[in-house]
T-cell receptor, first 109, second 115 residues
Framework: GQNIDQPTEMTATEGAIVQINCTYQ??????LFWYQQHAGEAPTFLSY????GLEEKGRFSSFLSRSKGYSYLLLKELQMKDSASYLCAREAAGNKLTFGGGTRVLVKP | GAGVSQSPSNKVTEKGKDVELRCDPI?????LYWYRQSLGQGLEFLIY????????KSGLPSDRFSAERTGGSVSTLTIQRTQQEDSAVYLC?????????????FGPGTRLTVL
């Protein structure tokens, strides 16, 4: 993606916690989206951060530091169905999203 | 209500042919976006429509690509003289407005294969 970096792949065990980091270019930044995409399916919305701090939504939490150009998605109590790609997307003017390459998370029993 | 729909779901074409991909956004959504996703890659922005404003075409990779949105609803992405590098999944998304906090809802995509 355009100046958006996230790891390519991560592996974790069922019930564990995984943190997916994302760094992005700060100029013209509006907000940061996280989407989940299962293989062969459309991305679905997980979270949106515009202010610094942690947003918690059930087993998933997302953190943003605007000054550092850094975000992470935290997946807790991992389940097998969480195996998917997680896309970090930086939002600029006009709600135009620039996506990172995605992080493929593999959850093992 | 119904989500974003796209057709066809799969399209196989020969190099040099033109193709049209269709997107039906969620009813009432004023913003519509086209992205493409090559194998193992992230989503690449192509074009964006907001209401009656001129579209943002800044992501179109070449002049072989064009899109229109009729009546503020259905959109068609046209690729002329297709090339093998055009093979990808083309995703359409819509949002209620173009406000920065508005979630984009994605369609299932059209998988284009250029032989």
């Amino acid at each position: 993606g355009q100046n958006i970096d996230q790891p390519t792949e991560m592996t974790a065990t069922e019930g564990a916690i995984v943190q997916i980091n994302c760094t992005y270019q700060t100029s013209g930044f509006n907000g940061l989206f996280w989407y989940q995409q299962h293989a062969g399916e459309a991305p679905t919305f997980l979270s949106y951060n515009v202010l610094d701090g942690l947003e918690e939504k059930g087993r998933f939490s997302s953190f943003l530091s605007r000054s550092k150009g850094y975000s992470y998605l935290l997946l807790k109590e991992l389940q097998m169905k969480d195996s998917a790609s997680y896309l970090c997307a930086r939002e600029a003017a006009g709600n135009k999203l620039t996506f990172g390459g995605g992080t493929r998370v593999l959850v093992k029993p | 209500g119904a989500g974003v729909s796209q057709s066809p779901s799969n399209k196989v074409t020969e190099k040099g042919k033109d193709v049209e991909l269709r997107c039906d956004p969620i009813s009432g959504h004023t913003a519509l976006y086209w992205y493409r996703q090559s194998l193992g890659q992230g989503l690449e922005f192509l074009i964006y429509f907001q209401g009656n404003s001129a579209p943002d075409k800044s992501g179109l990779p070449s002049d072989r690509f064009s899109a229109e949105r009729t009546g503020g609803s259905v959109s068609t992405l046209t690729i002329q003289r297709t090339q093998q590098e055009d093979s990808a999944v083309y995703l359409c998304a819509s949002s209620l407005t173009s406000a920065f906090y508005d979630e984009q809802f994605f369609g299932p995509g059209t998988r284009l294969t250029v032989l």
